[in-house]
């Protein structure tokens, strides 16, 4: 049930976000709200949300190597080493890395456990997943480098070699007589097909729908309505002109080049007639831009700042100290020992060091033998001399400092708090 208010609150909110420039510009004339302020206001948003989270990113400390390890580490020279998948030097970070971006290689890698018959547990390979993911980012990019030109004078070549190749099909929507039509460019059909496949893939896999929220539906329609009116207005609009003389979906492009031309030089200006499903492409593209930096879109700044792909493994022959550590007083064994020796004993506890026995004969028995005495006999040593004695004295004369190592059943008898006390004063003197 969840998924579906999921869906449809994406859904409604897309929609909605479609009717405001629809409303703001056909029937209020807001066109230098919605073809200046707004888009100067998203690009900012945009430029400044990613430098805050990636500054903010940058700060977190990352004091150890934490790669993730999908091969053998370099170790000793007789061992062979995976240099990608677990890199011990830059260059091999910058390999892993540069699949990861490119080519998308740990998603290449996915697999999806699944129930077979049997019932049995099996791993599927996801290569649908991946070959999407490739078509939806390099679609993207290709749409994004082709528009360009409107932004752009005189228009770089690379733009015109980008959209030779992606017409590369010379095909025209609709080859009417008398008609100029837009030729066909793959690239904004491969995007929509593969933002309908990820869509459908969250749709029909239990497990996908079962965790996805609104956060993923939302992107996904936000951009499917961005690619679809950018569609409408290049091919059905000038078809529906032509045919039905009905322009609502039409754009005047050489408008469309004089306003995003006054945007970058900043002398913005808004020229007559572009048409108002122009400034709901352009609108939405703002809200996508606004949206970029707080949502899982960011994924494509962390994918640089993550320590889990963009260290190297060398934590064999590198000591990386974490570098706020501040000065701990460490209490040794030994120390803990010393302090606790003769409780331990008392208890029965092994020590590494017996007690100095408190009579001269004791002191020149051979540690085994110390060891080997049983623990009562400790007790009844020093048990009288600790009774007889009153604790306060031993905080009250100070320079009797050795008697607590002669004495050692003084500690015995006493509270813990006593002998807390005692055995700071010791450490203290010490
Ligand atoms: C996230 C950014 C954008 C995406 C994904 C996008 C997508 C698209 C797509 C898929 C098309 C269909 C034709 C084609 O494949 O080129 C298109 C057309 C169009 N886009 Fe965008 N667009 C974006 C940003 C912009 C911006 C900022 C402008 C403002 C200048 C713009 C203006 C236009 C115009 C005027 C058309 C019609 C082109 C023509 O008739 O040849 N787009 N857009």
């Avoid at 004091?63 to 370099?74: C, E, W």
């Avoid at 998308?104 to 649908?128: A, C, D, N, Q, V």
């Avoid at 408008?255 to 006054?262: C, E, F, P, R, W």
Wanted: a negative charge; hydrophobic letters at 50%.
């Amino acid at each position: 049930m969840n998924f579906i208010i999921g869906i449809l609150f994406s859904l409604i909110a897309v929609t909605i976000l479609a009717v405001i420039p629809w409303v703001g510009v056909g029937a209020l004339g807001l066109d230098w709200l919605f073809g200046i302020l707004i888009p100067y206001a998203a690009l900012l948003t945009f430029f400044l949300g990613i430098i805050l989270r990636v500054v903010g990113w940058a700060r977190s400390p990352v004091p150890f190597r934490i790669p993730t390890t999908a091969g053998q580490q370099k170790s000793l020279p007789w061992v062979k080493d995976n240099k990608l998948d677990n890199p011990s030097g830059t260059l091999g970070v910058i390999g892993r890395m540069a699949l990861e971006v490119l080519v998308f290689r740990s998603l290449f890698r996915h697999t999806r456990m699944e129930f077979r018959e049997g019932p049995k547990i099996g791993y599927e390979w996801e290569k649908w997943l991946w070959i999407a993911a490739l078509a939806f980012h390099y679609g993207f990019l290709v749409v994004i480098l082709r528009h360009l030109r409107f932004f752009t004078e005189p228009i770089p070549s690379f733009v015109h070699w980008i959209e030779s190749l992606d017409g590369f099909l010379e095909m025209g929507i609709a080859p009417l007589a008398g008609f100029a039509v837009p030729g066909l460019l793959l690239s904004g059909f491969v995007l929509l097909a593969a933002l309908t496949f990820l869509f459908l893939r969250r749709l029909l896999s239990p497990q996908i729908i079962y965790i996805s929220l609104p956060g993923d539906y939302f992107p996904l329609f936000l951009i499917i309505s961005i690619a679809t009116t950018g569609v409408l207005m290049r091919y059905v609009g000038a078809f529906m002109q032509y045919l039905l003389k009905w322009d609502v979906l039409s754009v005047e492009v050489v408008q469309v080049k004089a306003l995003a031309m006054g945007l970058v030089s900043f002398r913005p200006t808004i020229p007559e007639g572009i048409g108002t499903i122009f400034y709901i492409h352009l609108f939405l593209v703002c809200v996508l831009l606004a949206y970029f930096p707080f949502s899982k879109l960011m994924h494509m700044a962390g994918i640089f700042l993550s320590p889990t792909r963009n260290l190297a493994n060398n934590s064999r022959w590198v000591r990386h100290i974490n570098p706020w550590n501040y000065p701990v007083k460490v209490h040794t064994y030994e120390e803990y020992e010393d302090e606790f020796r003769e409780k331990m004993v008392e208890a029965g506890v092994p020590v590494e060091k017996m007690p100095e026995a408190s009579e001269p004969e004791a002191q020149d028995e051979p540690a085994d033998q110390a060891q080997a005495k049983p623990v009562p006999e400790v007790q009844a040593k020093s048990a009288p001399e600790v009774q007889t004695k009153p604790a306060p004295e031993v905080q009250a004369e100070p320079e009797k400092e050795t008697s607590a190592e002669e004495e050692p059943a003084q500690d015995k008898e006493a509270s813990p708090s006593e002998s807390e006390a005692d055995s700071t004063e010791k450490e203290k003197k010490e």
